[in-house]
């Protein structure tokens, strides 16, 4: 049996891979490894690699047709979880999901410029404690077609702001 000893590397299509770079590199905190070209750039986060690549043919955020099902950025803790949601909201980015108890702890989802859904979550070292009608047990599907059909019958939906560099 292989043994395998994490992830590595995540790489995502996206329609503009400056603007995505702005999203990463200056809301999140990624940092640019290199650039190959205009359509490829190599961001890190710590030692993890993150690739953007421009997609061959376009998507639409709401669409999510070529994207990854989610991702995930884990938190120290419940109080970051929350500090995390408030400092993306001041920067422009709209929050699919306020933060909430789910299985693995207080989580809440955005979606990056290309309708790529993130989700920012403690984790738990003491297994679940909650009460099960106090968790969101949506899946990440779930949570975008529910707020796709908010936007839907809402208002404009809001779009994630490019950084200011």
Same mark, same amino acid.
């Not at 669409?63 to 995930?72: K, T």
């Not at 001041?90 to 989580?107: K, Y």
């Given at each position: *049996?292989?043994? #395998?000893? @994490?992830?590595?590397?995540?790489?995502?299509?996206? =329609? &503009?891979?400056?603007?995505?770079?702005?999203? +990463?590199?200056?809301? %999140? !905190?990624?940092?640019?490894?290199?650039?190959? @070209?205009?359509?490829?750039?190599? %961001?890190?986060? =710590?030692?993890?690699?993150?690739? %953007?690549?421009?997609?061959?043919?376009? !998507?639409? /955020?709401?669409?999510?047709?070529?994207?990854?099902?989610?991702?995930?950025?884990? %938190?120290?803790?419940?109080?970051?979880?929350?500090? $995390? /949601?408030?400092?993306?909201? &001041?920067?422009?980015?709209?929050?699919?999901?306020?933060? $909430?108890?789910?299985?693995?702890?207080?989580?809440?989802?955005? *979606?990056?410029?290309? @309708? =790529?859904?993130?989700?920012? +979550?403690? *984790?738990?070292?003491? @297994?679940?404690?909650?009460?099960?009608?106090? #968790?969101?047990?949506?899946?990440?599907?779930?949570? /975008?077609?529910?707020?796709?059909?908010?936007?839907?019958?809402? /208002?404009?939906?809001?779009?994630?702001?490019?950084?200011?560099?």
């Amino acid at each position: *049996m292989m043994k #395998l000893t @994490g992830i590595n590397q995540i790489t995502l299509r996206v =329609n &503009d891979v400056r603007l995505s770079e702005e999203f +990463y590199v200056g809301i %999140l !905190g990624f940092r640019v490894d290199h650039r190959a @070209g205009a359509n490829i750039t190599y %961001l890190r986060l =710590n030692s993890d690699l993150f690739v %953007l690549v421009k997609a061959e043919t376009p !998507g639409t /955020a709401d669409a999510r047709d070529i994207r990854v099902d989610h991702f995930g950025f884990r %938190l120290a803790s419940d109080a970051e979880v929350r500090e $995390a /949601a408030v400092y993306l909201e &001041d920067r422009g980015v709209h929050l699919v999901t306020r933060p $909430a108890h789910r299985r693995e702890g207080l989580a809440f989802f955005v *979606m990056d410029p290309d @309708g =790529n859904l993130i989700e920012f +979550y403690s *984790m738990r070292s003491d @297994g679940l404690h909650s009460e099960p009608e106090t #968790l969101d047990t949506r899946t990440s599907s779930q949570i /975008a077609a529910d707020t796709r059909k908010k936007e839907a019958v809402g /208002a404009e939906p809001k779009k994630p702001r490019r950084s200011r560099k």
